[in-house]
């Protein structure tokens, strides 16, 4: 069965400063993986996402993530925090079908 | 295009009475989707609709009842509440035809309370 581990319920990191959100996924088939952002009383949107092919996955606002099958982790990381990059972050997971697996969240806070 | 919306935004309900979460969306979409969202637990399945005329469990299904009433609209029902079931309910929407590589999208969330 597939599973998704996001390390760190909380992560604070000061304006400017590296943003690195772990995700590691447990699965038997080759999995497609996602990293959702939710802003306070809103859905889930999109950050980015892994198919196939490059491992090196860009999204929008600065985010990129890598897929590394040998560790089985997708890590979501951000050279420069903004403030407005406070939100709660998910890993999601799915192995074909229409069942996607969530993690249970990151919320990153960005100090000034 | 409003995308996925959802009614209503937050809901009080007494243990025992039932409701209607109403979710539709406009991008011609094939699949819906409804979650859950509880704290520390991030976003579990409880019903999806592959497709019109569909219905499938999720993860959580007990206490649930799903209707996909036509491309657009997808309900969830909760026919008896349980205060296990306050929670926050997002409804989703994907639809190029692979949905195990298709990008969700969210609507805004209903806030249910139940007492």
């Known amino acids: 069965a597939q599973s998704v581990t996001q390390l760190g319920s909380h992560v604070s990191v000061s304006e400017g400063a590296l943003v690195l959100l772990r995700c590691n996924y447990s699965?038997?088939?080759?999995?497609?993986l996602f990293w959702y952002v939710q802003y306070p009383n809103q859905g889930l949107q999109l950050l980015l996402k892994y198919t196939t092919g490059a491992t090196l996955v860009k999204g929008i606002n600065g985010f990129e993530a890598e897929f590394k099958k040998s560790e089985t982790s997708f890590h979501l990381t951000k050279p420069s925090a903004h403030m407005s990059d406070a939100a709660e972050y998910f890993c999601?997971?799915?192995?074909?079908?229409?069942?996607?697996?969530f993690g249970a969240g990151t919320r990153l806070f960005v100090k000034a | 295009n409003a995308g996925v919306t959802q009614t209503p935004k937050f809901q009080v309900l007494k243990t025992g009475q039932s409701m209607t979460l109403q979710c539709a969306q406009d991008?011609?979409?094939?699949?819906m989707y409804w979650y859950r969202q509880d704290p520390g637990m991030g976003l579990r399945l409880i019903y999806y609709?592959?497709?019109?005329?569909?219905?499938d469990k999720g993860e959580v299904p007990n206490g649930y009842n799903v209707s996909r009433l036509n491309k657009r609209e997808f309900s969830l029902r909760l026919e008896s509440a349980a205060p296990s079931q306050t929670s926050v309910y997002f409804c989703a929407s994907s639809g190029t035809g692979q949905p195990f590589q298709e990008t969700q999208y969210f609507g805004p969330g209903t806030r249910l309370l139940v007492l």
């Open positions: 991008m011609n979409h094939n699949s």
């Open positions: 999601a997971v799915n192995t074909g079908g229409f069942k996607t697996i």
């Open positions: 699965s038997s088939v080759p999995p497609y």
């Open positions: 609709s592959a497709s019109e005329g569909t219905t």
